[in-house]
């Protein structure tokens, strides 16, 4: 499995940081998956996320709704609305 330049690195960190939980979750997805075998692993590793995050991620794009649907947490949110 191919590792991104560190140059690329960066920049997916930088767009990884500015995104919502959700949208983050689904960005690593798609990365992951574009990588093959491994991508899981290498992406939760760049990103520090638990490769069940990157899971989720994927079933969120294979299904046919958002099921999270217009809810999008702030950064910082701890539930207590």
Same mark, same amino acid.
């Given at each position: 499995? &191919?590792?991104?330049d ?8 930088r767009?990884?940081?500015?995104l919502? &939980?959700k949208d983050? @979750? @689904?960005?690593?997805?798609? &990365? ?10 290498? %992406? ?5 996320? =638990?490769p069940?995050? %990157?899971?989720q ?6 299904? *046919? &709704?958002? *099921?999270?649907?217009? @809810? %999008?947490?702030?950064k910082?949110? =701890?539930g =207590?609305?």
């Amino acid at each position: 499995m &191919e590792h991104y330049d560190a140059c690329v690195e960066k920049r997916m960190k930088r767009l990884f940081r500015s995104l919502s &939980e959700k949208d983050r @979750r @689904r960005y690593a997805a798609v &990365e992951a998956d574009k990588l093959g075998h491994g991508g899981t692993e290498y %992406i939760a590793a760049l990103f520090a996320l =638990d490769p069940k995050t %990157i899971r989720q991620g994927l079933a969120d794009l294979d299904a *046919p &709704e958002d *099921p999270a649907g217009g @809810r %999008i947490r702030k950064k910082g949110a =701890d539930g =207590d609305g």
